[in-house]
């Protein structure tokens, strides 16, 4: 008994996952479904690869919306992602790379990882449904 002392200890307390780490700036997301025609003008720079556009009237400060490779679609809440809502967190995209109006923080588009250093929090992403040029938006 003495032996299995050590391993069962070992297993109990070795084995405990850490849960994820929440936002705590961005945690109260209204909840929203969005569904976009990419055959429609407003769209259009949509349907090439690494077309973006600003839907501002989703999310909380707006959704950047970035075609990856051509059929893959990517969307990110526009929220800086280390500033509690004000007047300037919201993120202005540009290119590859959404740029926080606070504080100039730049995150990438592609990954939604912070590219500045000393913040936390990466962009938050939304569920991309797509059905040919049907596009649904959701979280």
Known sequence: MRRLFPIIVCVVFGCQVDPVQQNPYLNNLPPFEFELNLDLPLYDNLRFPGGSITVD?????????YNLN??????????????RPSDCSDTIAN???????????????VTGQPLSEGVEYGLVNYGIRRTGNLVLVYN
């Not at 051509?70 to 500033?83: K, R, V, Y």
């Open 57 to 65: 009237q989703l999310g909380l400060k707006g959704v950047h919306l």
């Open 95 to 109: 290119g590859t790379e959404a740029v926080c109006n606070c504080d100039d923080s730049i995150y990438s588009l």
């Open 70 to 83: 051509g059929s893959q679609i990517l969307a990110w809440e526009a929220s800086c992602p280390n500033q």
